[in-house]
């Protein structure tokens, strides 16, 4: 069974819808409205961009966001999510330029379904949303496939955005379907893998879709390994205790606020980081013994608090950050839910309560060669993150990277307010309307942004007992361009009472300026605790200001701080 798509935001859109007594779907029989959804750059979740070249390069909202992540990184704002994932009918959304998925309904008072069905979006660099699918039935059986997801043609072409998954739903009398044994339905929503520069607009992967079950058992009984993918929902279903081990092999999430317990070891492995991943929302997650992400990502998102009583491990499976490395994301909630004025006015942000994420490592955080750490401070009050361990190790070719993990532009108390006007934080930008702010001993703000398009620079903050860190920890300031002057640097804490930064950078300085018509910004503020920290000739440690080479004489704001702390005695051996 199928039905055609394209369709406009005019048309009444087509759907497959069957209902029957009794419905059995066979090996071999299938369902396909692959791109039976809303046509190119049409339906709810499309948003058009500023020019058609643009608007190409976009995928589809639905069950999630076109692109992964905060909306105000592309410009317009992506489309919204809708749909209801507990009964879900509406077509994909197309991207700029592939048709999203179709829709499939199907009714019945017994459902048996050993064949497929897929409402997939159609394939494209910037492909379409996922559709929806929904079985709406008394008991349900078998061991058949269904999908709603995005999918890329080329995941690593970054010049796109992906499409979001769409919906799945599996709605059954909860009763009766305790007599049912045969249940082995593999669903994915996926969301369309893209290689992500990091933090940069437009360029990255879809959100995950949604699957929802009337109950919980069916997921419940899939572990440790999942057969699903996707943000995993049922009614009533807020926390799950794993007795054992769970492997996350695919796109795996579930309701915001969920509570995550695995009471062995969590592994979260792939081969592509962008794609793979474990993805908690204002959740809680503990561990019971380690955990290791590799060729994967780990996203604890908006709020969520992480614990971990063995050791964190994170690798790679290849050399290409594109699609081989592993990365692990922390990024705080709004204090208070709200938006913040200046640290010296707003009670809000004090250390207690300015933390609204935290990572917490019994044994040793270990990252390998090209794994990442991003840290995200909240984009409207400043609100931070902190990570602890008992011990951290860092390869020379691992990355912690906090240079776009602050405040929106225009926002925050060293903001730059115009384009001829640069941004403070340890240092003051030059005509800058906002000066310095925050502790040099303490650092534990984000640094000021710039004036439009690109977010500040975050804060990393990290404290453990022992630390050998020989990568790059960066919380520079983004470059400006024309009619935007950069960003001021970020912030750097690190605390440990042994401390080995041989070889290591740490970068805490404004973006430098790429014409002459833009301001130069101040320089960020780091700080270095410790009772034995030793450095080499290839250590580089600042927090300096822009200064612009394109005026004589050059302009320049002033440097950002670089404080060094004792705990329990203090000695600096340079190799």
């Not at 305790?178 to 959100?207: H, P, Q, Y």
């Not at 993990?405 to 340890?426: E, R």
């Amino acid at each position: 069974l199928t039905c055609p798509g394209g369709f406009s935001n005019d048309e009444m859109s087509n759907r497959v819808w069957v209902v029957a007594s009794t419905l059995e779907l066979r090996e071999g029989s299938a369902v396909d409205v692959t791109g039976g959804g809303y046509g190119p750059a049409q339906g709810p979740g499309f948003v058009a961009a500023d020019t058609v070249a643009e608007s190409n390069k976009r995928g589809g909202s639905h069950a999630g966001r076109q692109g992964y992540g905060r909306s105000y990184w592309q410009t317009p704002a992506p489309g919204a999510p809708y749909g209801d994932p507990a009964y879900p009918t509406a077509p994909g959304t197309g991207s700029g330029t592939a048709n999203g998925g179709g829709a499939v309904l199907l009714q019945a008072d017994s459902i048996v379904m050993n064949g497929a069905i897929s409402a997939d979006g159609a394939q494209g660099n910037a492909p379409g949303s996922g559709g929806s699918v929904l079985l709406d039935t008394t008991t349900v059986a078998g061991h058949g496939t269904i999908s709603a997801s995005s999918v890329s043609s080329k995941p690593t072409d970054v010049g796109y955005g992906g499409g979001s998954g769409g919906r799945i739903a599996v709605r059954y009398d909860a009763a009766a379907e305790d007599a049912v044994a045969d249940f082995a339905l593999v669903c994915t929503a996926r969301g369309a893998e893209k290689a992500e520069n990091k933090m940069t607009r437009s360029i990255v992967s879809g959100d995950m879709g949604t699957v929802w079950m009337s109950d919980a058992r069916r997921y419940l009984q899939n572990a440790p390994t999942m057969r699903f993918a996707g943000k995993l929902l049922a009614h009533d279903w807020t926390a799950w205790t794993v007795a054992g081990d769970l492997a996350v092999t695919d796109q795996l999430g579930f309701a915001d606020g969920f509570a995550l317990r695995v009471a062995g070891d969590l592994s979260v492995q792939g081969d592509h980081m962008f794609g793979k991943r474990l993805e908690l929302s204002g959740a809680k997650l503990s561990v019971g013994g380690s955990v290791l992400v590799k060729g994967a990502g780990l996203r604890l998102l908006d709020g969520t608090h992480a614990t971990v009583a063995g050791d964190l491990t994170e690798e790679s499976v290849g050399a290409s950050y594109m699609s081989q490395g592993a990365d692990l994301w922390l990024q705080a909630a709004p204090t208070n839910g709200v938006a913040a004025a200046t640290p010296a006015k707003d009670a809000r942000h004090t250390l207690t309560n300015g933390v609204t994420a935290t990572l917490d490592v019994g044994g040793a955080w270990t990252m390998g060669a090209n794994t990442y750490y991003l840290p995200f401070a909240s984009c409207e009050n400043g609100a931070v993150v902190r990570a602890t361990a008992r011990k951290f190790v860092m390869d020379a070719a691992a990355t912690v990277d906090a240079t776009h993990g602050g405040w929106l532009p225009g926002m925050g108390p060293g903001t730059a307010v115009a384009h001829n006007h640069g941004a403070s934080y340890g240092g003051k930008g030059l005509n800058a309307s906002n000066g310095v702010f925050g502790d040099k001993k303490r650092p534990v703000f984000p640094g000021g942004p710039c004036n439009s398009t690109w977010e500040g620079a975050g804060l990393v903050w990290i404290e453990v007992n022992k630390m050998s860190a020989h990568g790059t920890i960066a919380a520079g300031g983004h470059a400006g361009t024309q009619w935007v002057c950069p960003a001021a640097g970020g912030g750097i804490l690190l605390k440990a009472y042994n401390m080995d930064l041989t070889g290591a950078t740490l970068d805490a300085n404004a973006g430098k300026v790429t014409t002459g018509y833009d301001e130069v910004s101040g320089g960020g503020r780091i700080a270095i605790w410790s009772s034995d920290l030793v450095t080499n000739a290839q250590t580089r440690i600042s927090a300096s200001a822009t200064e612009d080479t394109y005026n004589n004489p050059p302009h320049k704001a002033e440097d950002g701080t670089i404080y060094y702390g004792t705990l329990g005695g203090f000695r600096i051996y340079v190799r």
